[in-house]
């Protein structure tokens, strides 16, 4: 195969359509009899006459629409269906190579006055960028089939979840929005007239007509070189068009858990956050629960399903992307997983690094961007110890161990149900959510920031989330490996003022006082000299961990260190390690003079944010420079 077959097109499923003839367009919205909300009703009448699909499809949710979707998609030559004996109900997808991650620089948070999206979002004035994307959909979707895709993040009717519609003229999208969310009537009918929900529109941006209307083939991944992922906080609005990836295409994760979820918090006294929520249990038998913040490609989705290595420990997973966090009535810090799937990256995932991401994906599993050995399985980098001596590659191409390239995409992705995931804990059931006893922050540093370092208080978190900064992954477009400020691994993510978001969570902190979780700093990327990692890693994070665990209940020792509370000599377990002293010492080094080189650029970033930053942050860049210098 060539490269331009990833690009080829594809017949259309249904038989029945011949191309260049005039492409039909509907006006029927074929609504379910139980649909009576007019604002909803009325609202996809209006995109329908904006777009000009050729068929609406209300999404269920059942099995049956998943088989006869996946069906169709596999006789358009969309999806391939993978070795039924070894990866049953699973498929693979391969995306145009030029939209494989989330684009940052495409992405805008459209609110009423530029100062409230802040100096890290892309703004944009929501009047004309309504206007632009009226032209840009007006059509859109001709000649396709217009779903409406109806989701609840969270359990039904929780005190934490919220209810959205995307609609779509990506089947691919619906199918991952089913594995992802909570999909179909069930949600749909969570909606009456006093529900507020979140309207999303998407569009992959090529319709199915010519210049003069008539019909053409469709390609294997319609997107288009134009793209805009567009966030109306004040309107909780979502309009994504051009791409047909990931977070640029799945509505209910990075636009509304998180976008806009975290403007709705802002408003109602909550929080959404880019965090894992994972519980571990002691060799006692008691319960803690963690969540975890590290930016995307990160260590996320690993840490969510690890295996602990220290005896008697046992960790169980609730969610491995998004966490929504809400103070109860006891002043506790509650936390849900809004999500029903992991949409997991491929790369490294094996059965050394994380077995039970590997026997969750089994099956019904939705695999993008990754390789396709000779027997119809999947595989990717770091899947297993020996490499195929033959596969086609993401692009589609042949490929062998010397073809100097990387068979599946960096940034490959598996969409599967979270409930196949052999670690999952019964909580994740919880409408009420789990009580936070630690959140922890991280992210991918070479050097100078330590294996695990304890807050000293709610503020100095606070401060310790704000002033993240990691190496850029393939996550997003961009260049990998370039150290960037990402507080909170919130960068992409936040949909108002990162200055008014610091401050919203200085307010909750203040507002739980004692009941407030602990706050922790923890790096697993740290390298030596010569360029490997220092710390072993995923199972062994549980280590740190326990050590925080303990910090909890005020078990373990902790001393005081320039950039936080660090394990006392002894009290972090490195039993059956090989670690020697110089390494461990390395691990938790501290170099006075290029943390306040940090500090100065800490400073400066905080400078863009004028008067809106809180003054608890800068107090806390003064103290840690007083630590440095002491
Ligand atoms: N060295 C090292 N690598 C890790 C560790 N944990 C995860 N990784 C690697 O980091 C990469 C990304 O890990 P994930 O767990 O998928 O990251 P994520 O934060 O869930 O990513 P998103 O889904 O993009 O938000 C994978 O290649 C992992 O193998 C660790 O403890 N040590
Ligand atoms: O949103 C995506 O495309 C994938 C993801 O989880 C992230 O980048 O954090
Ligand atoms: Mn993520």
């Excluded at 990075?254 to 006294?269: D, H, N, P, T, V």
């Amino acid at each position: 195969m060539t490269m331009t077959d990833v690009n080829k097109t594809v017949s259309n499923a249904d038989s029945s359509v011949t191309l260049g003839q005039k492409v039909p367009v509907t006006t029927r919205l074929n609504a379910p009899e139980f649909v009576t909300n007019r604002a909803l009703l009325r609202w996809i009448s209006d995109i329908v006459v904006l777009t000009k699909p050729e068929n609406i499809h209300w999404c269920d949710g059942s099995d049956a629409e998943w088989t006869a979707l996946t069906a169709e998609l596999v006789t358009g030559g969309v999806l391939i269906p993978l070795n039924s004996e070894l990866r049953p109900g699973s498929f693979l997808a391969r995306s145009d190579p030029d939209d494989v991650a989330r684009v940052e620089d495409r992405t805008f948070i459209c609110s009423v006055n530029e100062a409230d999206a802040g100096p890290t979002n892309n703004w944009r004035d929501p009047d004309s960028m309504n206007a632009e994307l009226k032209v840009l959909f007006d059509g859109s979707m001709r000649g396709r089939t217009l779903y409406v895709v109806p989701f609840s993040m969270g359990p039904f009717g929780g005190p934490i979840s919220q209810v959205g519609i995307q609609i779509t003229d990506s089947p691919y999208a619906v199918l991952n929005m089913r594995i992802m969310t909570r999909m179909g009537f069930d949600a749909l009918a969570q909606i009456d007239d006093k529900t507020p929900w979140v309207p999303a529109v998407h569009s992959v941006g090529q319709p199915l007509v010519d210049e003069s209307g008539l019909r053409i083939a469709d390609s294997a991944w319609p997107s288009n070189s134009t793209k805009y992922i567009c966030h109306f906080p004040e309107t909780r609005e979502i309009w994504s068009y051009g791409s047909g990836y990931g977070g640029n295409a799945l509505l209910s994760k990075k636009c509304f858990a998180l976008r806009i979820g975290s403007y709705m918090g802002l408003q109602e006294g909550w929080l959404a956050e880019h965090m894992l929520i994972l519980k571990l249990t002691s060799p006692e038998g008691k319960a803690y629960h963690v969540a975890a913040a590290f930016p995307s490609a990160c260590g996320k989705t690993n840490l969510a399903m690890l295996r602990p290595t220290v005896p008697g420990w046992k960790a169980e997973t609730i969610g491995d992307d998004i966490a929504w966090l809400r103070p109860d009535a006891d002043g506790r810090l509650r936390a849900i997983n809004p999500e029903a799937g992991f949409f997991g990256v491929a790369p490294g995932t094996g059965e050394i690094t994380n077995p039970v991401a590997m026997s969750t994906v089994w099956g019904n599993t939705i695999f993008t961007n990754v390789a396709l050995t000779d027997d119809n399985d999947v595989w990717w980098e770091g899947m297993t110890e020996k490499t195929p001596s033959h596969l086609i590659d993401w692009r589609g191409e042949d490929w062998t161990p010397d073809s100097g390239r990387p068979a599946a995409h960096p940034n490959s992705r598996f969409t599967v149900p979270i409930q196949q995931c052999p670690t999952l804990a019964d909580d994740w059931f919880e409408s009420a959510g789990v009580p936070l006893d630690a959140i922890i922050f991280g992210g991918r540093r070479a050097t100078n920031v330590p294996l695990v370092a304890e807050a000293f208080s709610w503020q100095h978190g606070v401060f310790i989330g704000a002033t993240v900064s990691s190496e850029k992954t393939a996550a997003a477009e961009g260049t990998v490996g370039e150290l960037r400020r990402d507080p909170f691994a919130m960068l992409p993510f936040c949909g108002y003022n990162m200055a008014d978001y610091w401050g919203h969570w200085l307010a909750l902190g203040e507002k739980m006082g004692a009941n407030a979780p602990k706050i922790f700093q923890v790096n697993w990327f740290r390298k030596d000299d010569d360029g490997s990692f220092m710390w072993p890693g995923f199972g062994e994070n549980s280590r740190v961990l326990e050590w925080i665990a303990r910090r909890v209940d005020d078990e373990a020792h902790a001393t005081i260190g320039a950039v936080g509370l660090v394990p006392s000599q002894g009290s972090l377990n490195v039993e059956g390690l090989d670690l020697n002293d110089e390494v461990l010492g390395k691990l938790f080094e501290v170099n006075e003079k290029l943390w306040l080189d940090e500090c100065d650029l800490t400073e400066e970033f905080f400078d863009q944010f004028g008067d809106r930053l809180p003054s608890e942050l800068t107090t806390e860049l003064a103290d840690l420079r007083g630590r440095l210098s002491a």
